[in-house]
């Protein structure tokens, strides 16, 4: 009976897994799709093209560069890794003042720590410490990203301010490079100092195209690239800039606003989503505290110990699903 029992559940396991390495992968073709597929590589092309070139000129490559690390030996190690500097600028994005030698210390020592309490204090197996451990390591990341996401989303809330501020500068009869110091020196942060680098960047002898293409780097909102885009197109074409940048601000806020009401309309999906996330978790407490002795096998039986694990890993891939769904771009 026992064998029987044992059988059935292993085969119910396997074609569940198989279900969700299908949808795994589905999800994952989804998401390449959307930010590396041709559409999104057609409209990058697009924005860079219009961006200008890249400037390999003295005053810019002493203005980007920047200490990966304090120690001279790390610091020169971490300049040969490629993806070092895409990890700094990661970091500066996240409104941090983090070397990138202590973002990757963070991740080791939580990894380890989360490895040395598995093994040490939970006595648990070496593959299930190492992905325990492995999600620590992580841990540090989701922070920083978790703290870009933020800062993004407030400089996208702040640039139609920031842009009605450079267009009356404009009608007033300013330059454009003091509508720019205006926005750095009466807004708040963290546009203010985003404009205010502008500013110093121009005046320390950088053109305006590439300090420009620096902000749109920096921060890689699309709002702002379609500033930089016009901009650059009102001085090598003319035209009225203070009219193109009312009618930006504008459209970015019409924008904002239907962004606003998409996340209303989707608020019950969200809750949905919630729901069905916490609820397994909190089902499993409550029947744990009424009755232990049922819940028991789970933590003791060999195949409760491999459901748990199973069922954890199949509730982490519904979440990201449940994520993907909830998720609407406008």
């Keep these: 009976m026992l064998q029987t029992l044992a059988g059935n559940s292993f085969l119910i396991l396997s074609v569940l897994v198989f279900v969700a390495v299908l949808l795994l992968l589905e999800g994952l073709y989804m998401m390449w799709k959307s930010y590396k597929g041709p559409e999104a590589k057609k409209i990058e092309t697009r924005l860079r093209a219009l961006s200008g070139s890249l400037d390999q000129s003295v005053q810019a490559r002493f203005l980007k560069d920047r200490m990966l690390s304090e120690v001279p030996a790390l610091q020169r190690y971490l300049l040969s890794l490629p993806r070092a500097q895409r990890l700094d600028k990661f970091i500066l ?33 070496l593959l299930l410490a190492v992905m ?12 920083v990203q978790r703290k870009r996401s933020g800062r993004l989303a407030k400089l996208e809330h702040q640039l139609p301010e920031a842009l009605d501020l450079i267009t009356r500068a404009l009608r007033s009869g300013h330059a454009f490079s003091s509508g720019l110091q205006m926005v750095g020196d009466e807004m708040a942060e963290p546009i203010a100092g985003e404009f205010r680098i502008v500013h110093d960047e121009v005046n320390f002898g ?47 806020r019409e924008r904002l606003k239907l962004m606003a009401k998409v996340k209303v309309l989707s608020s019950e999906g969200r809750l949905s989503a919630w729901i069905l996330g916490v609820m397994p978790f909190a089902l499993g407490g409550v029947m744990y505290m009424v009755n232990p002795k049922f819940m028991g096998p789970l933590w003791t039986d060999p195949i409760g110990i491999a459901i748990v694990k199973y069922m954890l890993m199949l509730m982490a891939i519904g979440v990201l699903i449940l994520r993907k769904i909830i998720r609407i771009r406008v």
Excluded at 100 to 117: D, N, P, Q, T, Y
Excluded at 134 to 140: D, K, N, Q
Excluded at 217 to 235: G, H, K, N, S
């Design 93 to 125: 994005q996240a409104g941090l003042k983090w070397p990138v030698s202590k973002l990757l210390l963070s991740c080791i020592v939580a990894g380890a720590l989360a490895f040395a309490v598995m093994t040490s204090f939970a006595h648990q197996g």
């Design 132 to 143: 325990v451990s492995a999600a620590a390591a992580v841990l540090p990341l989701l922070h």
């Design 206 to 252: 950088v053109s305006l195209q590439q300090a420009l293409t620096n902000l749109s780097e920096r921060i890689p909102v699309t709002d702002v690239r379609y500033f930089v885009v016009a901009v650059l197109i009102q001085r090598e074409s003319g035209g009225n800039l203070t009219e193109v940048l009312g009618n930006l601000s504008r459209l970015i």
